[in-house]
């Protein structure tokens, strides 16, 4: 078999001997990349749009959240990017995408996933770009909804649109351009299908028997972090408490279902809609 003799500018090796065969595959693999950062071969593929959720699901969500729209992520001040806009720093081609998820971004917490293959990222970008796709807004009055936000449901107990309201949940206003009137609806019926993590429930007892519960907003093995009902932040070090319980619930009530009926669900949707529409044009 012919060699090539490579000079390997390394401390631990200097030399390293390879078939023609595989330096010819390595010069190819530049040519190769480029081609698979090119156009994507399943664009508008609804069966590799399926395919690509199942793939965010495992290696996005964890830290974009379940739908994309940024959650908290792992490392504490983490604030992974909104997938919904449809609009990116690193570009808006499928390639500029391909990119950025198959290197990664040096300097952030976003790693490259070149192991997918390249197949497996172009159905990952499918799936991502059907996220920042308009939803249908469900037929709802948005000013009876703005009623029903600010009295019914005493919405803004947590959360805030504008000046208005606490800042308990997330500000409501600041929502993702695509505004899925579906996913919002399902939220405040069953607020328990999909929390965004930075807004779960801890509970923390300390060494003197108090208990304090609030939203969770840092939780290592050295300290926790929470807002309790007061809306004041508070951190307590490992040494100070007994236990520290993460409960899988969310704050918001469970029984929106029951308060509202469906046509009075659909104007509070339409409202909180209407304001992110209008937050995001600004």
């Not at 090796?13 to 530049?30: D, V």
């Not at 994309?68 to 808006?92: H, S």
């Not at 192991?115 to 920042?132: E, K, N, P, Y």
Request: overall charge neutral; some cysteine; hydrophobic content about 35%.
């Amino acid at each position: 078999m012919d060699l090539i003799t490579y000079r390997i500018e390394t401390s631990s090796m200097r030399y390293q001997h390879w078939p023609k065969s595989a330096w010819a595959a390595m010069l190819l693999t530049p040519a190769l990349c480029f081609a698979q950062a090119g156009t994507n071969p399943f664009a508008g593929n609804p069966q590799a749009a399926a395919d690509g959720q199942k793939l965010f699901s495992v290696s996005c969500a964890p830290c974009h959240g379940k739908n994309g729209e940024g959650a908290q992520g792992q490392a504490e001040g983490m604030r992974p990017p909104d997938l919904t806009r449809g609009d990116f720093k690193a570009g808006r081609r499928d390639e500029d995408l391909f990119r950025v998820i198959s290197d990664g971004v040096r300097g952030t917490e976003m790693p490259s996933f070149k192991s997918l293959g390249g197949d497996q990222i172009w159905r990952l970008i499918v799936f991502i770009r059907t996220l920042s796709n308009v939803a249908p807004v469900l037929n709802g009055n948005p000013a009876s909804g703005e009623a029903l936000f600010w009295g019914k449901g005493d919405c803004g107990r947590c959360h805030q649109i504008g000046s208005r309201g606490n800042r308990l949940g997330p500000d409501l206003a600041r929502g993702s351009r695509r505004s899925n009137a579906g996913n919002l609806k399902t939220a405040i019926v069953d607020p328990n299908d999909d929390i965004t993590p930075g807004y779960g429930i801890i509970t923390v007892v300390t060494r003197d028997n108090k208990k304090i519960t609030g939203l969770e907003r840092w939780l290592d093995n050295f300290s926790a972090r929470l807002v309790d009902e007061s809306g004041t932040e508070r951190t307590f070090l490992r040494d100070e408490v007994t236990s520290v319980t993460r409960e899988m619930r969310s704050t918001m009530p469970d029984n929106y279902g029951k308060i509202f009926n469906d046509a009075e669900l659909n104007d509070l949707v339409a409202y909180i809609v209407k304001t992110r529409s209008e937050g995001n044009s600004q």
